[in-house]
């Protein structure tokens, strides 16, 4: 896939970023770059949608967030899955892919 | 959970603003930090990925409002600003605000105690469990009539009718019976020396069980308490009573009260919210056993099979029952009750007139009330009456608002521009009209709560000093109705401007000649302000005819003949059965209390008399007069008073024939009687009616009674009676046992009568200090009682209407004045190029008298469909009155132009140069 970056599809960031952080704990710009690399660039998350989703997610207790020092030793808000985020991950997993494979079966059609 | 989790985090993220604010900072700063250096690890310069992570940041201060706009924290926030931003707009403009807010204080607050008296009078339930269980049978004015047949509904039962339906009905779990009127009593009690009048309410043993109340102390009355007649001298008082006279005492239940001279055991206090099944102007200090009659009324008794009809019914439904079967059940046992005691057999017509009989069985949930009846109507009218003063109220404010919303467009184009939404700045406007409104309503809710005392005292005007259940505490019905009212109020004033701004272009409004632009495509612009100037006109016009039609209904009432001479008559309200006189002692009495009473200065005649000239409820009886056969179904009664010496003189009742009862005519002498006109028309249409004699169908009043004079028609009881009625006055003196009692005294004055009212309560007290006088009033205020409804309404329709008159001047004021301004340019060039003053002020002029006679055209079919809905209500005129149409048409014409007239001045006064230099 080539050229400029698409847009995430609507209501999926939340999903993507409590994968992201299923793997271990991240801050902020982790969460971003992490999200374009796994999609090899093809989705690149800006702050202006980032961070209002993390407030979001932490509202809903979905994460948590704790300031921790970072590998170069600055300070850096750190979020983390909570269990209803783990939850909350997996509902959303299986919904996607059942939506997913809806999708594919009427575009095959 | 959920909810409370994001209450608190909100609540959190409020309190710790500047905290939450930096930490953002930080978090931005490090991840635009990470960005920079993980693109200069891609190869980037310094410099560049700088740039490149500015870019892709976009302003901080935005992300910082998305992430603060994602908790309802924000809204909560934006939605206090908006508060504060139109409170500072309030303050900004205080005349604008003091009149909005006072308007709408007028408007919601009239409203809300008109509101509160209907809520008092039909909508609370009675303080009793259960109460939507209770069912009244009928609904008829307290009142008493004597056996027979009633004339289709029946409503007043007797005594025996309830011990027939006790035992054998199966729809309810109870049925009480109870007096339809309150009986007034003379108490002492170990800590009053001297006996106090006191309200008592005659009601069967199950009363209180039937209804559901308990007491607060002790028992309340039970079903062996109304077993047999006079066994049971027992008493429940009210909470009131209890406190006031009984000085709170516990120890109160087992002691003995003196009622009518009788010892009375008090067995139980009621709670302070229960005040019995009827709502009136005064409720009961005391219920006694109905048994216990005879000795509370000191009248013969009335439980008697066949007896008078003096009771009312209640029952408490059983779970399930149909309505309709106990409808039918209890009217058969009516008409079989009737169809026993009738003469047999039976005649055709008693038959026919039997099965017409009906017994209505309605909802039950607010009790019994003579005051309901008399003032449902007339709250009615008047709710209709202060919902049009609060939608000119509206009108005005549409109007105020729609002015200020133009000349706010610059505000809102360039906030508009700045990058607010449409959305916020129409929520704005909203806000500033829902504050108006509540602060309106929270002042019309204290105005209410002392308007409605104004009218709680006026209903209960007539009470001789007891407690009203009636309160002008506003309950939960009317706080919600308040708070309903001004909702509604702020969207009917605020849709208007708020709608207006939503269609504001931003760039038109903020070019240079705006203004010019704004006043030429005035047109179209000023038409909503003009429709809602002519439905003031409109609105207004109607108030006034409506107020019109009473006022003049009220001086019909009072201007008309009542047939005597209503000034300077004092009338004194005595009970000689209170100082426990018998019937053999009256007479004498009556002479010492007469010879004693003409003698004070300044009295110039005095009589007694059973009932007053004039007055709900009266003594009616056949009469069979010697010589005259009846025709099949005529009618025989007539009305009766019993008189003293002097009365047609005291109360200028002219003589037409023959003599007036006199000092001779005693208790020996030959029985006298003296007839109205229509009496002596009807019975005697050759004027052969003196020397006649008759008798009564009242078998307590004995003997024939020879007509020795006639007197001039009067009204009797009603105001509003057109028809005249038949009356007889019999010398009080000449009737024995319980029909030898007056209870009224009348006194002709020279002067103001209110003045000799001393001098009587010391006469009184000379000749038998135990002999209580219950209430002094003059006659013209007992006749203006008669017609407190009348006066209620029609004051308070004028009051209102002048209320919404002023109100759609001012609007009218304003709506012209702000025209003028906005064309003060037009107008300017108009004077340069040549016009007169004159025709600018014709000009200005003409626009409100279109407004106006739109209007008027308009208003007068619709003042003319409002007279008919209130027809019912108007005495001796009609409901299209000429004179009161015109005198509205006139008088909204009228301040209408008073209104207009100043703004087109002022026109006439703008001086070009400063006109066109105005931009």
Same mark, same amino acid.
């Given at each position: 896939? &080539?050229?400029?970056?698409?847009?995430?599809?609507?209501? &999926?960031?939340?999903?993507?970023?409590?994968? &992201?952080?299923?793997?271990?704990?991240?801050?902020?710009?982790?969460?971003?770059?992490?999200?374009?690399?796994?999609?090899?660039?093809?989705?690149?998350?800006?702050?202006?949608?980032?961070?209002?989703?993390?407030?979001?997610?932490?509202?809903?207790?979905?994460?948590?967030?704790?300031?921790?020092?970072?590998?170069?030793?600055?300070?850096?808000?750190?979020?983390?899955? &909570?269990?209803?985020?783990?939850?909350?991950?997996?509902?959303?997993?299986?919904?996607?892919?059942?939506?997913?494979?809806?999708?594919?079966?009427?575009?095959?059609? | 959970?959920?909810?409370?989790?994001? $209450?608190?985090?909100?609540?959190?993220?409020?309190?710790?603003?500047?905290?939450?604010?930096?930490?953002?900072?930080?978090?931005?700063?490090?991840?635009?930090?990470?960005?920079?250096?993980?693109?200069?690890?891609?190869?980037?310069?310094?410099?560049?990925?700088?740039?490149?992570?500015?870019?892709?940041?976009?302003?901080?201060?935005?992300?910082?409002?998305?992430?603060?706009?994602?908790?309802?924290?924000?809204?909560?926030?934006?939605?206090?600003?908006?508060?504060?931003?139109?409170?500072?707009?309030?303050?900004?403009?205080?005349?604008?605000?003091?009149?909005?807010?006072?308007?709408?204080?007028?408007?919601?607050?009239?409203?809300?105690?008109?509101?509160?008296?209907?809520?008092?009078?039909?909508?609370?339930?009675?303080?009793?469990?259960?109460?939507?269980?209770?069912?009244?049978?009928?609904?008829?004015?307290? %009142?008493?009539?004597?056996?027979?047949?009633?004339?289709?509904? =029946?409503?007043?039962?007797?005594?025996?009718?309830?011990?027939?339906?006790?035992?054998?009905? /199966?729809?309810?779990?109870?049925?009480?019976?109870?007096?339809?009127?309150?009986?007034?009593?003379?108490?002492? /009690?170990?800590?009053?020396?001297?006996?106090?009048?006191?309200?008592?309410?005659?009601?069967?043993?199950?009363?209180?069980?039937?209804?559901?109340?308990?007491?607060?102390?002790?028992?309340?009355?039970?079903?062996?308490?109304?077993?047999?007649?006079?066994?049971?001298?027992?008493?429940?008082?009210?909470?009131?009573?209890?406190?006031?006279?009984?000085?709170?005492?516990?120890? +109160?239940?087992?002691?003995?009260?003196?009622?009518?001279?009788?010892?009375?055991?008090?067995?139980?206090?009621?709670?302070?919210?229960?005040?019995?099944?009827?709502?009136?102007?005064?409720?009961?200090?005391?219920?006694?056993?109905?048994?216990?009659?005879?000795?509370?009324?000191?009248?013969?008794?009335?439980?008697?099979?066949?007896?008078?009809?003096?009771?009312?019914?209640?029952?408490?439904?059983?779970?399930?029952?149909?309505?309709?079967?106990?409808?039918?059940?209890? #009217?058969?046992?009516?008409?079989?009750?009737?169809?026993?005691?009738?003469?047999?057999?039976?005649?055709?017509?008693?038959? !026919?007139?039997?099965?017409?009989?009906?017994?209505?069985?309605?909802?039950?949930?607010?009790?019994?009330?003579?005051?309901?009846?008399?003032?449902?109507?007339?709250?009615?009218?008047?709710?209709?009456?202060?919902?049009?003063?609060?939608?000119?109220?509206?009108?005005?404010?549409?109007?105020?608002?729609?002015?200020?919303? +133009?000349?706010?467009?610059?505000?809102?184009?360039?906030?508009?521009?700045?990058?607010?939404?449409?959305?916020?700045?129409?929520?704005?406007?909203?806000?500033?009209?829902?504050?108006?409104?509540?602060?309106?309503?929270?002042?019309?809710?204290?105005?209410?709560?002392?308007?409605?005392?104004?009218?709680?005292? $006026?209903?209960?005007?007539?009470?001789?000093?007891?407690?009203?259940?009636?309160?002008?505490?506003?309950?939960?019905?009317?706080?919600?109705?308040?708070?309903?009212?001004?909702?509604?109020?702020?969207?009917?004033?605020?849709?208007?401007?708020?709608?207006?701004?939503?269609?504001?272009?931003?760039?038109?409004?903020?070019?240079?000649?705006?203004?010019?632009?704004?006043?030429?495509?005035?047109?179209?612009?000023?038409?909503?302000?003009?429709?809602?100037?002519?439905?003031?006109?409109?609105?207004?016009?109607?108030?006034?005819?409506? +107020?019109?039609?009473?006022?003049?209904?009220?001086?019909?009432?009072?201007?008309?003949?009542?047939?005597?001479?209503?000034?300077?008559?004092?009338?004194?309200?005595?009970?000689?059965?209170?100082?426990?006189?018998?019937?053999?002692?009256?007479?004498?009495?009556?002479?010492?209390?007469?010879?004693?009473?003409?003698?004070?200065?300044?009295?110039?005649?005095?009589?007694?008399? %059973?009932?007053?000239?004039?007055?709900?409820?009266?003594?009616?009886?056949?009469?069979?007069?010697?010589?005259?056969?009846?025709?099949?179904?005529?009618?025989?009664?007539?009305?009766?008073?019993?008189?003293?010496?002097?009365?047609?003189?005291?109360? %200028?009742?002219?003589?037409?024939?023959?003599?007036?009862?006199?000092?001779?005519?005693?208790?020996?002498?030959?029985?006298?009687?003296?007839?109205?006109? #229509?009496?002596?028309?009807?019975?005697?249409?050759?004027?052969?009616?003196?020397?006649?004699?008759?008798?009564?169908?009242?078998?307590?009043?004995?003997?024939?009674? !020879?007509?020795?004079?006639?007197?001039?028609?009067?009204?009797?009881?009603?105001?509003?009676?057109?028809?005249?009625?038949?009356?007889?006055?019999?010398?009080?003196?000449?009737?024995?046992?319980?029909?030898?009692?007056?209870?009224?005294?009348?006194?002709?004055?020279?002067?103001?009568?209110?003045?000799?009212?001393? +001098?009587?309560?010391?006469?009184?007290?000379?000749?038998?200090?135990?002999?209580?006088?219950?209430?002094?009033?003059?006659?013209?205020?007992?006749?203006?009682?008669?017609?407190?409804?009348?006066?209620?309404?029609?004051?308070?329709?004028?009051?209102?209407?002048?209320?919404?008159?002023?109100?759609?001047?001012?609007?009218?004021?304003?709506? =012209?004045?702000?025209?003028?301004?906005?064309?003060?340019? !037009?107008?300017?060039?108009?004077?340069?190029?040549?016009?007169?003053?004159?025709?600018?002020?014709? =000009?200005?002029?003409?626009?409100?008298?279109?407004?106006?006679?739109?209007?008027?055209?308009?208003?007068?079919?619709?003042?003319?469909?409002?007279?008919? =809905?209130?027809?019912?209500?108007?005495? %001796?005129?009609?409901?299209?009155?000429?004179? @009161?149409?015109?005198?509205?048409?006139? @008088?909204?014409?009228?301040?209408?132009?008073?209104?207009?007239?100043?703004?087109?001045?002022?026109?006439?006064?703008?001086?070009?140069?400063?006109?066109?230099?105005?931009?």
């Amino acid at each position: 896939m &080539t050229g400029k970056p698409s847009d995430l599809i609507q209501g &999926t960031l939340e999903m993507l970023i409590l994968k &992201t952080l299923a793997l271990e704990p991240m801050h902020g710009y982790g969460v971003a770059l992490r999200i374009e690399q796994i999609s090899n660039g093809v989705f690149r998350v800006n702050p202006g949608s980032l961070f209002p989703a993390l407030s979001r997610l932490e509202r809903a207790a979905r994460i948590k967030a704790e300031w921790r020092a970072t590998e170069n030793n600055r300070r850096a808000k750190y979020y983390l899955l &909570t269990d209803q985020g783990r939850k909350a991950l997996k509902e959303e997993t299986q919904q996607w892919g059942r939506q997913l494979a809806a999708i594919t079966r009427i575009l095959e059609a | 959970m959920t909810f409370m989790r994001s $209450f608190s985090s909100g609540i959190k993220a409020l309190l710790h603003k500047q905290q939450r604010s930096l930490d953002l900072d930080e978090e931005l700063h490090a991840f635009q930090e990470d960005s920079v250096q993980e693109k200069m690890r891609h190869g980037m310069t310094d410099g560049q990925a700088r740039r490149a992570a500015r870019v892709e940041m976009g302003s901080t201060e935005t992300v910082k409002h998305k992430v603060r706009a994602s908790g309802w924290e924000s809204t909560a926030e934006s939605i206090w600003q908006d508060i504060r931003f139109s409170l500072r707009m309030m303050a900004k403009s205080p005349g604008f605000t003091a009149v909005a807010i006072l308007s709408l204080a007028l408007g919601i607050g009239a409203n809300t105690s008109i509101f509160t008296l209907i809520n008092n009078l039909m909508l609370k339930s009675l303080p009793v469990t259960n109460p939507q269980k209770l069912v009244a049978f009928g609904k008829e004015f307290g %009142g008493g009539r004597i056996a027979g047949i009633p004339n289709g509904p =029946m409503d007043l039962f007797p005594y025996d009718l309830y011990q027939q339906l006790q035992q054998q009905q /199966t729809f309810f779990q109870g049925i009480t019976a109870f007096a339809s009127f309150p009986t007034m009593v003379s108490v002492r /009690t170990n800590t009053t020396a001297a006996a106090t009048p006191s309200i008592s309410h005659l009601v069967s043993g199950n009363f209180f069980s039937v209804l559901g109340a308990e007491p607060f102390l002790g028992r309340a009355l039970l079903p062996s308490d109304t077993e047999s007649p006079g066994r049971n001298p027992v008493a429940v008082v009210s909470y009131r009573y209890w406190q006031q006279t009984l000085s709170a005492d516990p120890s +109160a239940i087992g002691s003995a009260i003196t009622i009518n001279g009788l010892p009375f055991t008090v067995v139980g206090v009621m709670p302070a919210k229960f005040y019995g099944v009827d709502l009136n102007q005064e409720s009961p200090d005391l219920w006694l056993p109905l048994t216990m009659q005879a000795e509370v009324m000191q009248q013969p008794t009335m439980l008697t099979p066949n007896g008078v009809q003096w009771l009312h019914f209640m029952g408490r439904r059983k779970p399930g029952t149909n309505m309709k079967q106990a409808q039918a059940w209890v #009217t058969a046992q009516a008409q079989q009750y009737l169809r026993d005691h009738e003469a047999h057999p039976l005649s055709a017509k008693a038959s !026919e007139q039997i099965q017409k009989v009906f017994v209505e069985l309605l909802p039950g949930e607010s009790g019994i009330s003579n005051l309901r009846n008399l003032y449902e109507q007339p709250l009615h009218i008047l709710m209709g009456v202060v919902i049009l003063v609060l939608l000119i109220a509206c009108a005005n404010l549409a109007n105020f608002l729609l002015a200020r919303a +133009a000349s706010r467009e610059r505000e809102f184009s360039t906030r508009l521009a700045l990058g607010s939404s449409r959305i916020r700045i129409v929520r704005q406007i909203l806000t500033e009209t829902l504050l108006l409104s509540f602060i309106g309503g929270a002042l019309g809710l204290l105005l209410a709560f002392w308007g409605t005392r104004l009218l709680i005292g $006026f209903v209960t005007s007539g009470a001789t000093g007891g407690s009203t259940a009636l309160s002008a505490a506003p309950d939960l019905h009317v706080l919600a109705f308040t708070f309903g009212i001004s909702v509604l109020t702020a969207l009917l004033f605020g849709i208007a401007p708020a709608l207006r701004i939503s269609r504001i272009g931003v760039a038109p409004t903020l070019t240079s000649n705006a203004r010019t632009a704004a006043s030429s495509g005035g047109r179209s612009s000023r038409l909503l302000p003009n429709i809602l100037v002519t439905s003031q006109v409109v609105l207004s016009l109607m108030l006034l005819a409506v +107020a019109g039609l009473f006022l003049r209904t009220l001086r019909n009432l009072e201007d008309q003949d009542f047939g005597f001479n209503r000034t300077n008559v004092l009338l004194v309200n005595f009970n000689p059965k209170f100082a426990g006189y018998k019937a053999a002692q009256l007479n004498g009495l009556y002479d010492r209390i007469l010879s004693r009473v003409e003698a004070i200065p300044g009295v110039k005649s005095a009589t007694l008399s %059973g009932a007053p000239p004039i007055s709900r409820g009266n003594w009616i009886a056949g009469i069979s007069i010697k010589g005259y056969t009846a025709a099949p179904e005529e009618d025989l009664s007539t009305l009766i008073n019993r008189v003293g010496p002097r009365f047609f003189e005291t109360m %200028g009742i002219a003589m037409l024939q023959g003599r007036p009862i006199e000092a001779q005519d005693t208790a020996t002498s030959p029985q006298v009687v003296i007839v109205n006109q #229509t009496l002596a028309n009807h019975f005697f249409p050759h004027g052969d009616a003196i020397g006649r004699r008759f008798t009564l169908a009242e078998p307590s009043v004995k003997g024939e009674w !020879e007509i020795a004079g006639i007197v001039r028609d009067a009204k009797y009881n009603n105001p509003r009676d057109v028809k005249l009625e038949r009356m007889i006055y019999l010398p009080v003196t000449q009737l024995t046992d319980d029909d030898n009692y007056a209870y009224f005294m009348e006194l002709r004055t020279a002067g103001d009568p209110v003045k000799a009212t001393a +001098a009587v309560r010391a006469a009184f007290a000379e000749i038998d200090p135990n002999l209580p006088i219950l209430q002094v009033r003059t006659i013209s205020q007992q006749v203006g009682h008669l017609m407190d409804q009348d006066q209620l309404i029609s004051q308070l329709s004028i009051f209102f209407s002048l209320l919404a008159l002023s109100l759609a001047c001012i609007g009218l004021y304003g709506v =012209m004045s702000y025209n003028v301004a906005r064309r003060t340019n !037009e107008i300017g060039i108009r004077l340069a190029l040549g016009s007169q003053p004159g025709g600018v002020l014709w =000009m200005i002029f003409k626009e409100s008298l279109l407004l106006l006679a739109i209007g008027i055209a308009i208003g007068i079919p619709a003042t003319l469909a409002a007279g008919r =809905m209130i027809q019912s209500q108007l005495f %001796g005129l009609s409901p299209s009155d000429p004179l @009161t149409v015109f005198a509205a048409v006139l @008088t909204i014409s009228f301040v209408t132009l008073i209104a207009a007239y100043f703004p087109a001045r002022r026109a006439t006064k703008v001086d070009p140069v400063v006109a066109l230099r105005y931009e």
